[in-house]
């Protein structure tokens, strides 16, 4: 190698360790053996890959060997967003509400009823009815894929299967829809 080139790499590294970049990296759950009851097939599956790809915890088949219980529920809607001057629809937005609770074996509630709401603009155009139609699929599929992200991320957050008064984890409500656009 030449010194330009390490040197470059050596930058490289320090920029990147500057402005907090940081890997993902071994999530280590209060529980290690979790049932995921409820939610579609595809979210399920991928946060089986992701709990058990990143951490130690095994995703079991019934509800008797689990140390906790994942229960999701998945809402998606569209509505209008803006309309043009003749009243026809230019774009809408499309919603997902990923609803979730996590229980102990026990029954505790290690963190309560919380929802993880996305929400995405789509231009629309009568022309092209079936590629919009894919379109929404994709943002959907797109929505699902950042909400079961952030639904391990507030699973990492549980840190005992039995949490002390004032120790449990929060509900999260959902933030405030998208404001209306300006006419």
């Given at each position: ?44 599956a991928r946060l089986a890959r992701m ?90 599929a797109d929505m699902e894929n950042d ?37």
């Amino acid at each position: 190698m030449t010194r330009r080139s390490i040197l470059t790499l050596a930058c490289s590294v320090l920029m990147l360790s500057a402005c907090g970049f940081q890997l993902r990296g071994q999530q280590d759950y209060a529980f290690k053996r979790l049932y995921i009851a409820g939610g579609s097939q595809a979210a399920g599956a991928r946060l089986a890959r992701m709990v058990q790809g990143g951490s130690d915890t095994v995703v079991v088949q019934s509800v008797a060997n689990a140390d906790a219980t994942l229960q999701m529920s998945e809402g998606r809607g569209m509505s209008t967003l803006t309309l043009n001057s003749l009243g026809v629809v230019e774009e809408y937005q499309l919603n997902l509400n990923l609803n979730y609770t996590l229980v102990g074996k026990d029954g505790t509630v290690l963190i309560p009823p919380s929802v993880i709401a996305l929400n995405r603009a789509m231009t629309y155009s009568d022309q092209y009815t079936q590629a919009k139609i894919s379109e929404s699929e994709i943002l959907f599929a797109d929505m699902e894929n950042d909400a079961i992200d952030q639904l391990t991320r507030r699973l990492s957050n549980v840190r005992s299967l039995h949490p002390a008064p004032g120790q449990q984890v929060p509900g999260v409500a959902p933030r405030a829809p998208l404001p209306p656009p300006p006419l």
